[in-house]
């Protein structure tokens, strides 16, 4: 009877433990749980905050994070070169013409009203396309061969006129990389010196340095970048006017001929 009253006694305590340790090591679960799900919500904030700040906000951080000095002029070389874009875009649009619609005009004039009605039509038509033809049609009164080089003249002439400031553009585009370049270079200089001066390698000592020289070539990288499609897009517009001038001035020559049979 007594071994058998120790033994219940002896189960007793051993259920009681394992309740205890069961209880324990719940709780902390709990606690770990809690931690986990607390870390997670301060990270959610932390990125929904970044998301909140927007790429312009962010942009704006990192620019002057990168120094007013370097990162001034690449912005400098930015709004100049947008300037140029801008402006030779605006011109280019204005310059293109319907050669098609313009030539069966004086193609008609010349049929109905001769010179001075091909003219008049010339002289009301924005373009190089039309002053090329207006040039052609006042000096073919004295021969076709007078008129053809006054065309080819008059075509070198507006061919600078739709080339005019692009060169600036190209400028900007190469030296906005460079000057980054140069801000990383100075700032990679001034990280070593302070290693120099202190006398040991601290990542924290020049990572402020090595984060403006990096920034510096980034932004210099992405004002290239942009001017550089500005550029294309313009030297290809160049390209079809040029084109169209050097059709309509032979069409020009042709109609002359046949208006001299």
Same mark, same amino acid.
């Given at each position: 009877m007594k071994r058998l009253f120790s033994i219940l006694a002896m189960a007793g305590l051993f259920v009681l433990s394992t309740n205890t340790v069961s209880a324990k090591a719940t709780a902390a679960i709990s606690n770990m749980s809690a931690t986990?799900?607390?870390?997670?919500?301060?990270?959610?904030?932390e990125a929904g905050a970044e998301e909140a700040k927007g790429f312009t906000q962010v942009l704006k951080e990192q620019f002057i994070q990168g120094g007013a000095g370097f990162m001034g002029i690449v912005l400098l070389? /930015?709004?100049?070169? %947008?300037?140029?874009?801008?402006?030779?875009?605006?011109? =280019?649009?204005?310059?293109?013409t319907n050669s098609a619609k313009l030539k069966q005009q004086v193609e008609d004039a010349?049929?109905?009203?001769?010179?001075?009605?091909?003219?008049?039509?010339?002289?009301?038509?924005?373009?190089?396309v039309a002053s090329i033809y207006y040039q052609g049609l006042d000096r073919a009164g004295e021969s076709v061969e007078s008129a053809e080089k006054a065309v080819v003249a008059y075509g070198g002439v507006q061919m600078g006129q739709l080339e005019k400031n692009v060169s600036w553009l190209s400028l900007f585009i190469a030296i906005?990389?460079?000057?980054?370049?140069m801000g990383t270079v100075i700032g990679m200089?001034?990280?070593?010196?302070?290693?120099?001066?202190?006398?040991? /390698?601290?990542?924290? %000592?020049?990572?402020?340095?090595?984060?403006?020289?990096? =920034?510096?070539?980034?932004?210099?990288?992405i004002t290239a970048i942009i001017l550089q499609i500005f550029y294309n897009y313009i030297i290809a517009k160049i390209d079809s006017i040029v084109n169209d001038m050097e059709d309509s001035s032979i069409t020009l020559i042709d109609m002359l001929v046949d208006h001299k049979k």
């Amino acid at each position: 009877m007594k071994r058998l009253f120790s033994i219940l006694a002896m189960a007793g305590l051993f259920v009681l433990s394992t309740n205890t340790v069961s209880a324990k090591a719940t709780a902390a679960i709990s606690n770990m749980s809690a931690t986990v799900n607390t870390a997670m919500v301060m990270l959610q904030d932390e990125a929904g905050a970044e998301e909140a700040k927007g790429f312009t906000q962010v942009l704006k951080e990192q620019f002057i994070q990168g120094g007013a000095g370097f990162m001034g002029i690449v912005l400098l070389c /930015l709004i100049l070169g %947008l300037a140029v874009a801008i402006e030779r875009i605006i011109y =280019l649009n204005l310059a293109s013409t319907n050669s098609a619609k313009l030539k069966q005009q004086v193609e008609d004039a010349l049929a109905s009203g001769g010179i001075e009605a091909a003219k008049e039509i010339c002289r009301n038509t924005k373009g190089p396309v039309a002053s090329i033809y207006y040039q052609g049609l006042d000096r073919a009164g004295e021969s076709v061969e007078s008129a053809e080089k006054a065309v080819v003249a008059y075509g070198g002439v507006q061919m600078g006129q739709l080339e005019k400031n692009v060169s600036w553009l190209s400028l900007f585009i190469a030296i906005a990389p460079m000057l980054g370049f140069m801000g990383t270079v100075i700032g990679m200089i001034q990280a070593f010196q302070k290693i120099s001066a202190v006398g040991n /390698l601290s990542a924290s %000592l020049i990572a402020g340095d090595i984060q403006v020289a990096l =920034l510096t070539t980034v932004f210099g990288l992405i004002t290239a970048i942009i001017l550089q499609i500005f550029y294309n897009y313009i030297i290809a517009k160049i390209d079809s006017i040029v084109n169209d001038m050097e059709d309509s001035s032979i069409t020009l020559i042709d109609m002359l001929v046949d208006h001299k049979k």
